[in-house]
């Protein structure tokens, strides 16, 4: 069974910092997502990857397939970033999917 | 495109009540979920579908059932509601996105809160 382990628990940075977020994984994935939860509660997927890096504006994901672990990075964090971000891991083609506990960020102004 | 959509938003029970969660796509995704979301805990996986008329159990699937009916419908039923399962339930929908490697993306519902006492 796969426990996804996130990094920290609960975050808080200033408008500007550079934020990094990190996931880890116990058995073989055949994919990584990064998922974002807004305050009012809806979910909408940022990343998916099983290898290398991949980049949306000041977003970016990496993922260690060998370490089992990925990050999440923030460049130039801003107040409307603060969210719960998750970390899931697909590791059977799209049929169970096992989530990380989120990390809790806010942005301060 | 309404997306994914789920009904009701809100709910309240009494113990040993039954209710129906009914979760809908309209982007004629095969496979479809039904989640739910602890504080403290990630989301856990309750039942998913993975066409019309099949189910399958996730992670914690007891107390809980499942219908497939229509391509587009999810339905999950309670009955006989218990105070554990006091929760925010989320369904997803996902298609694959064929290729090396292949990916599957999921797109979620709003979620329904429900309370059960």
């Known amino acids: 069974k796969n426990e996804v382990e996130q990094s920290p628990q609960n975050l808080t940075a200033q408008e500007g910092e550079f934020i990094t977020i990190n996931c880890s994984y116990s058995?073989?994935?055949?994919?990584l997502h990064w998922l974002q939860q807004h305050p009012g509660g809806g979910i909408v997927s940022l990343f998916m990857l099983s290898s290398g890096k991949k980049k949306h504006g000041r977003l970016i994901a990496t993922i260690n397939i060998q370490e089992k672990h990925s990050s999440l990075h923030i460049t130039a964090s801003h107040p409307r970033d603060s969210a719960v971000y998750i970390c899931a891991v697909d590791d059977n083609y799209g049929q169970n999917f096992v989530f990380g506990p989120g990390t809790r960020l806010s942005v301060l102004p | 495109n309404a997306g994914v959509t789920q009904t009701p938003k809100f709910r309240v029970l009494k113990t040993g009540q039954s209710m129906t969660l009914l979760c809908a796509q309209d982007m004629n995704h095969e496979y479809m979920y039904w989640y739910r979301q602890d504080p403290g805990m990630g989301l856990r996986l309750i039942h998913y579908s993975v066409g019309e008329g099949t189910t399958a159990k996730g992670e914690v699937p007891d107390g809980y059932n499942v219908s497939r009916l229509k391509k587009q419908n999810f339905l999950l039923g309670l009955e006989s509601a218990a105070p554990s399962q006091t929760s925010v339930y989320f369904c997803?929908?996902?298609?694959?996105?064929?290729?090396?490697?292949?990916?599957?993306?999921?797109?979620f519902g709003p979620g329904t809160r429900l309370t059960v006492l």
């Open positions: 997803a929908s996902s298609y694959t996105i064929q290729g090396t490697p292949t990916y599957n993306e999921q797109f």
């Open positions: 058995v073989g994935i055949s994919a």
